[in-house]
């Protein structure tokens, strides 16, 4: 069966290289036999939170350098799967509300798991304190970057947000949208800029693409923020024979990243909503990168 033409739900300038050239090539390979079998977008999560789980056990035994391997093998599972269950749901329009949940869930369940037979294998106090404090800097760096990338994504296809929107369903996935959301109060400036384009006798789709234009370089920084990228630092971590170095990772290089990138994004939208305009922004890029 020839594999169903990808969707393009993802700007490729802002991916990370290994979803580029690994993890989506591998999952889009799987597509077709997942289709032709009738497997289920939510059961090819679960199937990722099994290889996940997996995982966490080989990383508990992370002092013999085979099941360090293994735990960075099982996790590059888990990711195909995680890319995998999305690509499934899209193209067979069953993407659904319990999906998106059950697909956070298990995303979030797998680190947790990881995190804690990190922790469990180190056996001390300090051990499980870093843990702890690393697992909250994730939970809202993760949460934050999905909000930019759905952002760049909504305003790369020209469309403009109307209002802030209110999290709804399940408590916990209200309060990851709540994280996530939190800064489309801080852009509505830039938001009623780029909806009232038209209006002012603009290009919605030249302001459009004169956005992303601007705005790639800062989503390829904020792309250091993938499960990816948190995936390689913990094998790195535990082949290096010390898992501490993957929580201070996470705890202050990660963490500086979040923050520089919200900075710089919202810099590029003042450049905007201040009324440069798109045509002069989208030269100034291009000659950027000639």
């Known amino acids: 069966m020839t594999p169903p033409p990808r969707d393009g739900s993802r700007d490729r300038r802002i991916e990370d290289p290994s979803n580029l050239y690994l993890i989506h090539p591998a999952s889009h390979a799987l597509l077709p036999f997942a289709l032709r079998q009738g497997v289920s977008a939510n059961a090819v999560s679960v199937m990722g939170l099994g290889c996940g789980t997996a995982a966490a056990f080989a990383y508990a035994n992370w002092h013999h350098p085979a099941l360090a391997l293994l735990g960075l093998v099982l996790s590059v599972a888990w990711l195909v799967a995680d890319g995998l269950d999305g690509m499934i749901a899209r193209a067979t329009g069953t993407a659904s509300a319990l999906g998106r949940a059950l697909d956070g869930l298990c995303d979030h369940g797998v680190f947790a798991l990881i995190y804690v037979a990190l922790a469990w294998s180190v056996g001390t106090a300090e051990g499980w304190l870093l843990a702890i404090a690393a697992g909250g800097c994730h939970a809202v760096q993760s949460s934050l970057y999905e909000g930019e990338r759905a952002r760049f994504h909504r305003r790369a296809r020209g469309i403009a947000l109307a209002s802030v929107p209110v999290p ?15 800064v489309d109060r801080i852009t509505m400036p830039f938001e009623r800029r780029f909806g009232a384009a038209e209006a002012q006798g603009g290009d919605r789709d030249a302001f459009a693409r004169a956005y992303a234009a601007a705005a790639v370089p800062v989503m390829r920084l904020e792309s250091l923020l993938t499960a990816n990228v948190r ?5 790195i971590a535990c082949l290096a024979g010390n898992p501490r170095l993957f929580w201070w990772f996470e705890i202050v290089p990660l963490t500086a990243v979040t923050a520089l990138g919200l900075l710089l994004h919202r810099r590029v939208e003042r450049r905007f909503v201040h009324g440069a305009a798109p045509q002069s922004i989208l030269l100034s890029s291009e000659q950027g990168h000639s």
């Open 231 to 235: 995936v390689w630092a913990i094998a």
């Open 168 to 182: 709804t369903g399940m408590a916990l996935v209200r309060f990851y949208d709540s994280i996530a959301g939190s």
